[in-house]
């Protein structure tokens, strides 16, 4: 069984991925670390873009954070937040909040 990593970005927003469906992970500026899943939208070829805020210099803690999070239950539980700002639960202290983008 797969795992899935969820997030929430606000009420009547949240999305869940496959850890499966993972391409890649960018950090590109001092506050933002991007997850670039397969694409949710039927037909599409791109990629769906989940933007997590975070603490600058700590993209590597924030990382090996998340990889913590979905290795600490091997057999347990598939169901992973990562980042969810409703409830201000995040995967790891540096994150702060998460926008998500659809591929159209």
Do not use: R, W
């Amino acid at each position: 069984m797969d795992k899935y990593l969820y997030f929430q970005d606000a009420n009547n927003d949240a999305y869940m991925y496959p850890v499966s469906g993972l391409q890649a992970v960018v950090h590109d500026g001092d506050t933002t670390l991007k997850m670039y899943f397969k694409s949710t939208v039927q037909d599409a070829d791109g990629l769906d873009l989940v933007t997590l805020t975070i603490t600058t210099q700590k993209e590597k803690d924030v990382c090996a954070g998340i990889v913590a999070k979905i290795n600490a239950h091997p057999n347990g539980d598939p169901f992973i937040v990562i980042a969810d700002a409703v409830n201000s639960e995040f995967a790891h202290a540096d994150i702060t909040g998460t926008a998500l983008t659809l591929d159209t």
